[in-house]
């Protein structure tokens, strides 16, 4: 089944404790990208992904990086995380390098809670 | 720049009652225009897409959608509401931008809609 699959569902956890969040693809996708959802605001790209190797900011980068070292993986990574980044937070990929024609398919999202 | 406006934050309706979440945009460029799907405590899911064809664009679960470059709107309908339904909507609007490159997509704010029995 094609899939973007995220890790984990539900974490909290403490201020300043580093944490990364998995995201994992299985349709061949050039095209990732991190959201984060918060009440109000709609969804707000934090990183996107063209391809292996090239990463770019996105809306709201502080405080996060990613990588994308290969093709199906795109993990976010929270070195000190602060409760301003509680949130929903969605992984999702594209085909074709660019959004506009095939729209996106996205993993389940992770709750995160910071303590 | 592009953007994206949802005019409703929360729409109300009856089951079997027509269903209108508006969605306005600004873009430069020829845009593709998007509404997503979100029922609770789930990811998003494509509903329908509008690249540049039909105005008219027809979607899952009966959902449509008509491209007004006139008006820059891209309204969501659907003739008969039912309670599966209620769920929160995102439109989202890309374009190439002035480089011509990748489209990067921005999304509204969401709509919820409440489908009352």
């Known amino acids: 089944e094609a899939q973007v699959t995220q890790n984990p569902r539900y974490l909290i956890t403490v201020t300043g404790k580093k944490l990364t969040v998995t995201c994992s693809q299985n349709m061949n996708h050039e095209y990732m990208s991190w959201y984060r959802q918060d009440p109000g605001l709609g969804l707000r790209q934090i990183y996107y992904?063209?391809?292996?190797?090239?990463?770019d900011k996105g809306d709201v980068p502080e405080g996060y990086k990613v990588s994308r070292k290969e093709k199906r993986n795109f993990p976010l990574i929270l070195e000190s995380p602060s409760p301003n980044q509680t949130s929903l937070y969605f992984c999702?990929?594209?085909?074709?390098?660019?959004?506009?024609?095939?729209?996106?398919?996205f993993g389940s999202g992770t709750r995160l809670t910071v303590v | 720049a592009q953007s994206v406006t949802q005019l409703d934050s929360h729409v109300s309706v009856s089951e079997g009652t027509p269903v209108l979440l508006r969605c306005n945009y600004s873009?430069?460029?020829?845009?593709?225009l998007f509404w997503y799907v979100q029922h609770p405590n789930k990811g998003l899911q494509l509903l329908l897409k509008y690249t540049s064809a039909a105005t008219l664009v027809k979607g899952i679960n009966g959902f449509e959608a008509e491209f007004k470059k006139s008006e820059t709107s891209f309204h969501l309908t659907k003739p008969s509401a039912h309670m599966s339904d209620a769920a929160e909507y995102f439109c989202v609007v890309s374009d190439q931008g002035a480089s011509g490159g990748s489209y990067i997509p921005t999304f509204g704010r969401g709509t919820s809609l409440i489908v009352h029995p």
């Open positions: 873009s430069s460029y020829s845009p593709s």
């Open positions: 999702a990929s594209s085909t074709g390098g660019a959004f506009g024609y095939y729209g996106y398919t």
């Open positions: 992904s063209m391809n292996v190797e090239v990463t």
